[in-house]
DNA sequence: CGGCTAGATGCGTGTCACGCACATAGTGCG
DNA sequence: CGCACTATGTGCGTGACACGCATCTAGCCG
């Protein structure tokens, strides 16, 4: 347990938690409790409080963080791209690859009690990604035009995500963000 | 008590629960109790545990009712105007008349226990926002990219909300709004 | 006028977040 | 080489809360 570093603590947490909540399927946060959550994470009921303050916050944890990487995604593209192309592939690398996990999605994006949590996790991309967004193109940080074009695009990946959970036959979800995004960029 | 309607005794405790935050201002989680809600709204405990499940949820109720009314707006709209015009009305007539209080929304927008159900509320607007869009483009509803842009719109307006308050010197909420949703229309 | 329903209220219970104090491992300094 | 010091995990106790259940009251309809 010590041996984890603070950052692996939070992510087996975050893990066991969504675990835990998949499951057990609709209804999961009636039946997870913090001791089963610790325990499947290997560490005492307080500890894990020490990391999150509510069970939601733990299982939308994993999802907050691949979010937070979009920036950096788009930042790593390569400079000859063009804006939307940079924006496009840096969304299909972060969301949709490797293919999400349905039952996850639908469990953080269709709970009522997790919507708020996942909301949050979603918008506190759209920082990183506004920065992103200025340094690309070339206008100062803090921009009002990049801060709404950022909001635009992270709601174009939640809608997409949405629909591909409501479709029965599903597109590859790389498809359905694409076709999301054309719709704003 | 019993004369008012269920919808009265509803807004009657959001709207205390959203004032004793402000009141207390930063911190009010900490300090605003359930009883002192209940009780500065005239009914018992119990009473608006009826109602809300969470103390987030009654501070954001009022303002999640504002957003609702964002579809409803556009569908008033005169037929002969743009689509972008219309829009632009809409948002502006919902969320800018009357000039927004500035405690209000700061304490929504930057409380984080808050910042979840105040995403949530704005997410529940775009339903009817995109309904409302598809009628006025002539699309079939539950289309993807009115619900694309119908997140972005709301993306847009959260966005000026921000901007709005991190200004020193305000100008007028609707300047703000125009130019966030100049960006994504 | 009597029963009926919806809504408000009281009470009891299980759960939770968090402050506080303690134990212990890892670390830098003499 | 040992010693304090710090960071982190953990146990315990407390106050608050969400919610199920039972009751009561007001208003309504026949």
Redesign the interface.
């Known amino acids: 347990m010590r041996s984890r570093n603070k950052l692996a603590v939070r992510e087996a947490i975050g893990e066991a938690a969504l675990r835990l909540a998949v499951e057990q399927g609709p209804g999961a946060l009636k039946v997870v409790r913090v001791a089963d959550i610790a325990s499947a994470a290997g560490v005492a009921p307080r500890t894990y409080n020490n990391y999150f303050s509510s069970r939601?916050e733990a299982i939308c944890a994993v999802h907050a963080g691949q979010a937070r990487r979009l920036g950096k995604a788009l930042r790593a593209r390569p400079a000859g791209e063009s804006f939307v192309d940079a924006v496009v592939a840096a969304v299909v690398e972060t969301f949709a690859t490797p293919e999400p996990d349905r039952a996850g999605l639908a469990m953080i994006m269709r709970t009522p009690e997790l919507?708020?949590?996942a909301?949050?996790a979603f918008?506190m991309a759209?920082e990183p990604l506004a920065e992103a967004i200025a340094e690309r193109t070339g206008v100062t940080a803090g921009d009002?035009?990049c801060?709404?074009?950022a909001?635009?695009i992270?709601?174009?990946v939640?809608?997409?995500g949405?629909?591909w959970l409501d479709t029965t036959s599903p597109p590859p979800f790389a498809t359905?963000l694409r076709?999301?995004l054309k719709?704003?960029l």
């Open positions: 939601e919507q708020g949590e909301l949050k918008t759209e009002l035009t801060q709404v074009r909001a635009a992270a709601g174009a939640r809608v997409a949405r629909h359905v076709a999301a719709s704003v």
